[in-house]
């Protein structure tokens, strides 16, 4: 049986990576470990938290209010208010975490997941990981985007070594008509 | 005015990629935040094409709006298509048997909505 965490660090990862390059600006590969907190720009931070009868947690992604107004999908930008940005904030951490567990699932994990919430300042700082967290930084100009997962598993908690051939999810981007 | 799309997602910026992507095509477009308004605006709106409509939403989610108003003979004809990060084939067969026409996984991609839109609401 296949340990929980190293799955759900590596879904993270390949999320972020295919979320990223969605994005109309360029985020550069991941570096090391975050700031102990952001420089003073005004930052933007959404949480969306999961549960399931085995795990549950949250991930974070904090980034500069530029990042999240730099990726706003709409051709329109000018008119854009904090409501509207942080409204995009609040979409893309929901986004990743359908990536995550669209991932996550054929290893017979069904996540539910809660509605997303943004905050706004500056100097904003994430709480200090626990074991077993992730937190993936890359770089955004003079600043970072920090994307971090937190959470906590069922004592004993062990998935499908391989992902179950019958309980393919679709993928992002994919689209059926029955 | 072309045909009336409803759109039904609590993500504003949703809403307004729709709302470009479709009125864009020719499409009227009238919006809702979540679906206890969607089934509102569903039941003023009996001119309306189609419905696009977000899975996970506060007050009534989407699989419970597209529930509510099937069980309404009125709108048994009116293709309603999920847009949702879920790609779990239970929700996307739940959906399914409760009368969904499609399911599409964001990111929206414009050419797979536009697609989508013809073809079960037709042409602008």
């Given at each position: 049986m296949?340990?929980?965490?190293?799955?759900?660090?590596?879904?993270?990862?390949?999320?972020?990576?295919?979320?990223?390059?969605?994005?109309?600006l360029?985020?550069?590969?991941?570096?090391g470990?975050a700031?102990?907190?952001?420089?003073n720009?005004?930052?933007?931070?959404?949480?969306?938290g999961?549960?399931?009868?085995?795990?549950?947690?949250?991930?974070?992604?904090?980034?500069?209010i530029?990042?999240?107004?730099?990726?706003?999908?709409?051709?329109?930008?000018?008119?854009?208010?904090l409501?509207?940005?942080?409204?995009?904030?609040?979409?893309?951490a929901?986004?990743l975490?359908?990536?995550?567990?669209?991932?996550?699932?054929?290893?017979?994990?069904?996540?539910?997941?809660?509605?997303?919430?943004?905050?706004y300042?500056?100097?904003?700082?994430?709480?200090?990981?626990?074991?077993?967290?992730?937190r993936?930084?890359?770089?955004?100009?003079?600043?970072e985007?920090?994307?971090?997962?937190?959470?906590?598993?069922?004592?004993?908690?062990?998935?499908?070594?391989?992902?179950?051939?019958?309980?393919?999810?679709?993928?992002?981007?994919?689209?059926l008509?029955f | 005015?072309?045909k009336?799309v409803?759109?039904v997602?609590d993500?504003?910026?949703?809403?307004?990629?729709?709302?470009?992507?479709?009125?864009?095509a020719?499409y009227?477009?009238?919006?809702?935040?979540?679906?206890v308004?969607?089934?509102?605006?569903?039941?003023?709106?009996?001119?309306?094409?189609?419905?696009?409509?977000?899975v996970?939403?506060?007050?009534?989610n989407?699989?419970?709006?597209?529930?509510?108003?099937?069980?309404n003979?009125?709108?048994?004809a009116?293709?309603?298509?999920?847009?949702?990060?879920?790609?779990?084939?239970?929700?996307?067969q739940?959906?399914k048997?409760?009368?969904a026409?499609?399911w599409?996984v964001?990111?929206?991609?414009?050419?797979l909505?536009?697609?989508?839109?013809?073809?079960?609401?037709?042409?602008?």
């Amino acid at each position: 049986m296949r340990n929980p965490e190293e799955l759900f660090h590596t879904s993270l990862r390949e999320s972020c990576d295919a979320l990223f390059e969605s994005l109309p600006l360029t985020v550069l590969a991941a570096l090391g470990r975050a700031r102990d907190c952001a420089l003073n720009t005004q930052q933007l931070a959404s949480m969306v938290g999961f549960v399931s009868s085995e795990v549950k947690g949250a991930i974070t992604v904090r980034a500069p209010i530029s990042f999240f107004s730099g990726t706003y999908p709409t051709s329109k930008k000018e008119a854009l208010g904090l409501r509207e940005v942080s409204d995009w904030a609040a979409e893309i951490a929901n986004q990743l975490l359908g990536r995550m567990k669209n991932m996550i699932l054929p290893y017979g994990v069904s996540l539910s997941v809660a509605t997303p919430a943004t905050v706004y300042g500056n100097f904003l700082k994430e709480a200090e990981p626990r074991e077993g967290s992730l937190r993936i930084v890359f770089p955004w100009h003079d600043d970072e985007i920090c994307v971090s997962l937190e959470m906590s598993f069922e004592p004993g908690f062990l998935l499908l070594d391989e992902p179950a051939s019958e309980n393919v999810p679709l993928q992002a981007g994919d689209a059926l008509v029955f | 005015m072309g045909k009336k799309v409803i759109v039904v997602d609590d993500s504003s910026t949703i809403r307004r990629q729709l709302v470009e992507t479709l009125s864009g095509a020719g499409y009227e477009v009238v919006e809702a935040s979540d679906g206890v308004e969607g089934a509102r605006v569903i039941d003023a709106n009996a001119d309306a094409a189609m419905v696009i409509c977000d899975v996970n939403m506060p007050n009534k989610n989407g699989l419970e709006m597209l529930a509510d108003i099937k069980a309404n003979g009125k709108h048994a004809a009116l293709p309603v298509v999920m847009l949702t990060t879920e790609g779990d084939p239970v929700l996307v067969q739940k959906a399914k048997s409760a009368g969904a026409k499609g399911w599409l996984v964001k990111p929206i991609k414009p050419d797979l909505l536009l697609a989508t839109a013809r073809k079960l609401a037709g042409a602008a």
